[in-house]
């Protein structure tokens, strides 16, 4: 179910994407609309995922090039009036049924807090640099990443449920190559696999636990 709209190069871009279990679907969103939909035809697992990662995948790929901000996971099925009312807008981190938000406004150092399940901890930032944000309005930061061995290691995983997840961020990328990774998380033979990507250029969503379902 490929994306049929092109993510602008060197533009900063809101995307979303939204697994539904009770609805069978999976959407996703570019700025606040819905830009595809399609049947989840499996549910959305993680059984046996031991790697979590933003701007890479398991076996050094993947590599996201571009600038990355204000990352937001929730287990929630979010639509497009909640990406409309919260997408502008930083989060006080309490909100319901967020499971990890990172605001990236540390601005320098190899290390970046999130908040995971209300818990804040330190991700790892590998070989990354800081710059301004213009994600939205106000003076903010964002991470750098040169598609080349630019990442950030999350541990512990973050819980959620499998009936619904919402994954969001807003980025700004100068890269048409094929699978460069907004989030993922597999295991180290890259099965079970949830990516969050874009690829040449269009914006994708997929899951794979034991074969894909993918918009």
Same mark, same amino acid.
């Given at each position: ?102 605001? /990236? ?48 290691? /999350? ?61």
């Amino acid at each position: 179910f490929p994306v049929t709209i092109q993510i602008p190069l060197n533009r900063w871009t809101h995307v979303a994407a939204v697994y539904d279990k009770v609805a069978q679907t999976i959407k996703v969103f570019v700025n606040g609309k819905v830009d595809g939909t399609a049947p989840a035809i499996l549910g959305c697992s993680t059984s046996g995922a031991t790697n979590m990662y933003l701007a890479h995948i398991t076996n050094d790929s993947g590599y996201f090039d571009g600038f990355m901000d204000e990352v937001r996971m929730w287990n929630q099925v979010k639509t497009a009036s909640d990406f409309k009312q919260g997408m502008f807008k930083p989060l006080t981190g309490s909100e319901a049924n967020l499971k990890i938000y990172f605001d /990236m406004d540390e601005g320098t150092g190899t290390s970046c807090e999130y908040l995971s399940d209300g818990s804040t901890l330190s991700a790892t930032v590998s070989s990354s640099n800081w710059a301004a944000s213009g994600a939205f309005s106000g003076p903010r930061n964002a991470l750098e990443l040169d598609g080349i061995d630019d990442y950030i290691t /999350m541990s512990p995983m973050p819980s959620y449920t499998n009936s619904a997840i919402t994954i969001e961020a807003w980025i700004k990328t100068s890269s048409s190559l094929p699978e460069r990774e907004i989030c993922s998380w597999s295991n180290n033979s890259q099965n079970n696999v949830v990516e969050f990507r874009v690829s040449e250029g269009k914006f994708q969503f997929g899951i794979d636990a034991g074969g894909w379902s993918a918009l």
